[in-house]
């Protein structure tokens, strides 16, 4: 019993931080059809800019608590300025063409980021420790947690029912569906086609940028750590199914339990069980668990 | 004067002054000869922070010192026998195969002299052969598998630093010897070559010395996981007595800021094999009587005699942070070449000794580095001895850092396997002809 309930902790702990990041990268793929490599850059760079955001803000004085405002106000800069500049700036230029080519080029970018980034903030890594200890102990059982992991819990659903609601609650969200569901049609009906998509892009790099920085607290945030997230958030989203928010959120809570339950009971296979659950799920649904409904065009 | 007459006079005078330089360059034949040398760590990547860079600080520092003239005796001779020191630094990542042809081109479109690098074991592996193949003299400074002179006979090819063996057999000496109680112990470590290396090395010598002992969880993580709070939960549900790593660098350091707060520090005794170089980073956030090695008697590890004073005064004040495993181990390197090429020197009357000279004199040589006497006693006298220290982690409010107490030292010949012995069959036999004190 406490077995199982650790894993099922250590689970939903790690499905949490996988699905904020996860969620960005399958919302840009519903909208725009783009598998964004950069997505991992972005996930690094919100954590450099919160290390630097919640530095800043100590030596200011501020108390610890806004920290939080901090790491917040670094995802949206990031977004902010990345969004915009690289989808109109690059990305528009590579629509309508093969997907492919759309994967290479940000690859190129993913490349091009990690070595801003080096020139930004160097190769010496970034702590911004504090805030991991903001919201107290957890006791359970015989272990001990960090409050700070059951905040991300939270942050993770935040995320999740924000962008779900978003999309399917609001006039909004209406027409990012149209849009991702026929982009001629809608811009036909009068729709900003180029505004929906920059709007798309920049949640997506927002929500990579939060993941990265309210992760930062618990890292050294050094180069290097963009790589193992991509590999990761691909994972899920292919678990999942490409573009669906319910997918992203299962395919998480997927990989979380199935890498918690390994590392408890057969160590040896903690790396291999990620790829193992995605191949299994492959093989039943080759689209993932979750395909989106596409309407058929005549 | 014509405009031919001037030329002439022009031609005499410049004619003159070359030959009144090259007298001048004839009465000193090596004092203004250079030295060149390629220099290979990580200057970006994983490894950049935690050695790479560190390490190309040391090696900037320790040039800078030699070509004027700043060391201790004996190594107050300007740069290696009167030749300035000309180095070359190139970056470590890519991987192997890129090593590979960075090495040929250092060697055949540089023409260095020497090359001095590597910190990855699959570089130093890979780079050896190709050394050997272009006949050029190689001095691996860092990298940590026994596999370099164990699997291979190289002629060209050197490690002036000891391998990664002694760094387990010491750890563990040093918890018996600090009378550390094991019933129980569990391991983390990366999920590649040395992490892999280490575990094994560590537990085998755990099996010689606490053959009681039971080891529990074995966590191999992959590598730059970040992540740890799951591996955290199941090292604190075992509940082991003793938790040894050898992870590195932002590894290392996502571990125990992880794990700090979840009180695995006080539930068990934590061990790591290689972790002074995140000290300086991590300050109050290393938990208190954590025992750790250097990989050598370094940093705050290393004896106090004059050359390391001189290193650590000089290094601290180039680079705002005193010096860590990874200069250490490039300096030592340096100085070893240069201890081998004034022998050479001496032998040939004083002229830029050869490669094959240089490599005859390095060959089972001994000199003293910052952090110690390095003994090229294995491989057939191409790989280092050294000795090893290990202490405990105390943070000091006053002088804000973490110090080390309880430190305890072990001489090169207690925690090395000896000439005739691969390391592992070493351990497993009980460690015969170990000389400790």
New interface residues.
Partial sequence: M??LL?VL???L??AA?LFIVALGLTLVFGVLKILNIAHGSFYAIGAYAAASLVTWFTTIGLAPEWSLVAMLLAAAGVAAVLGPLLERGLLRLFYGRDEVLLVLVTYALFLMLEDGV?LIWG???Y?V?EP??LFG?VEMG?????GY?FALMGLAVICGLGVWFGLNRTTLGKIVLAVIHNPEMSASMGVNVNKVYVLAFICGVFLAALGGAF?AP???V????S???IILSFAVVIIGGLGSIEGAAVGALIVGLS??AA??LV??A??FIVYLVMAAVLVFRPEGLFVRAQARKI | MSMRSRFRSLACGLGAGVAVAAMAMGASPASAETFKIGIVTFLSGQAAEAFGVPAANGAKTMIAGLNAGKLPAPYDTKGFGGMEIQPIIIDEAGGATKQVQELRNLIQREQVDAVVGYISSGDCLAVGPVAEELKALLILFDCGTPRIFEDNQFEYVFRTAAHATMDNVGLVRYMKDHDVKVGTYSAINQDYAWGHDSRNDFVAAMGQLYPEAKFEADLLPKFGAGQYGTEISALLRQGSDLVYSSNWGGDLQALVLQAGPRGLFKRSQVVFSAADHVLPALGDKMPDGTIIGARGAYGLMSEETPLNTWFQTTYTAEHGVYPVQAPYRVSQALLGLKTAIEKAMSENGGKKPTTDEIRAALKGSTWNSPGGQITMANGNGHQAIQDIAFGRTRYDADKKMVVIEDIGRYPAKCVNPPADMKANDWIKAGFPGAACN
């Fill in positions: 406490e077995l650790t902790v250590d689970g702990i790690y931080w080096k190769v010496d890594p702590y420790s991991y200890s102990n015989p272990l001990f947690y960090v992991d992760t618990q890292i050294s050094q180069p290097g750590i790589v193992g997230v890498r918690a590392v408890h160590p040896d903690e790396l």
